[in-house]
């Protein structure tokens, strides 16, 4: 699910920089694509070893039903930014 995450934001991710960044700075742009993409990457792995263990101790059903959760929550939060460091912590979420 993460790699799904990561391909459905990336796609709008380099046009929502851009509107955030003044001046439409190519490198400032790029580099603010490359840590919103990259902390995707990281989320995941931490979402997938921490998700692992808690499904062992509570349950796969409750953990998937609580990412999917969190998964809407972070997507809200990407559509809603107002800044670009709120596409930050979305694409943690």
């Known amino acids: 699910m993460g790699t799904f995450v990561v391909s459905l934001i990336s796609t709008p991710t380099p046009y929502l920089i851009m509107t955030f960044i003044?001046?439409?700075?190519?490198?400032?742009?790029?580099?603010?694509?490359?840590?919103?993409?990259?902390?995707?990457?990281?989320?995941?792995?931490?979402?997938?070893?921490?998700?692992?263990?808690?499904?062992?101790?509570?349950?796969?059903?409750?953990?998937?039903?609580?990412?999917?959760?969190i998964l809407a929550v972070g997507c809200g939060l990407f559509y809603l930014a107002p800044n670009i460091y709120w596409l930050y912590i979305s694409s943690f979420y």
Request: cysteine-free; glycine content about 16%.
């Open 22 to 69: 003044p001046g439409g700075d190519q490198s400032a742009t790029m580099a603010a694509y490359g840590v919103i993409i990259s902390l995707g990457y990281v989320a995941t792995t931490v979402g997938s070893l921490l998700g692992g263990l808690i499904a062992d101790a509570i349950g796969r059903k409750t953990v998937v039903f609580a990412s999917f959760t």
